[in-house]
């Protein structure tokens, strides 16, 4: 069993904005993958499904992105899971726009939700890293993230999340390469 989480900022003036781009990323996997009703648990919700022959459950805190940590680290021991069994979605804003990469660990680039999960489980875990872009300087940083994407970009967003979603199971057997591969060379087409 896997226990994958989009992190975001729970509320309606949050859902279009680039932070919360890992809520809609889970949020595309589930409909794609016809995963189960979402259920209130862990400080968040959950919904539960298969991608290939993995379980996988789809967590979305709701402690606001600064407590995320909490919500997974409950999830986590509930389920006996350690954290090779955690995948985090989540957005970056040193990659390009609508990029995505994958890995292992690593700094957390002052990204709050990143932060508050490795104080509750260490810094072990795999990123999905959902590009964003730098708005070019810092004192724009907070604006960008918080702010909603532009009506220029939702084409390109929904066509990210639907080839993330397509090829979802193969990230849960494990083929991080592969799924980065096939995630750009869907939006190449």
Do not use: C
Not at 40 to 60: A, H, S
Not at 143 to 150: F, R
């Amino acid at each position: 069993m896997q226990l994958w989480v989009g992190l975001g900022n729970p509320g309606p003036q949050h859902a279009m904005q680039r932070h919360n781009v890992g809520f809609m990323a889970v949020d595309a996997i589930a409909e794609v993958h016809d995963f189960g009703a979402t259920v209130k648990k862990f400080q968040g919700w959950i919904r539960e499904g298969r991608l290939g022959n993995q379980k996988v459950l789809l967590l979305k805190p709701a402690t606001f992105m600064n407590e995320s940590g909490r919500s997974v680290a409950e999830a986590l021991r509930f389920y006996k899971l350690g954290v090779e069994a955690l995948t985090v979605f989540h957005d970056e804003l040193d990659l390009a726009p609508m990029k995505v990469k994958v890995r292992v660990g690593g700094g957390l680039a002052g990204h709050n939700g990143l932060r508050s999960i490795d104080q509750h489980l260490g810094p072990e875990f795999r990123r999905v890293r959902i590009g964003i872009g730098h708005p070019g300087h810092k004192d724009r940083v907070t604006g960008h993230v918080l702010g909603n994407y532009a009506k220029s970009e939702i084409d390109l967003l929904s066509d990210l999340l639907g080839a993330m979603g397509a090829e979802s199971p193969t990230l849960a057997a494990g083929d991080d390469v592969r799924f980065m591969n096939d995630v750009a060379l869907r939006l190449q087409g």
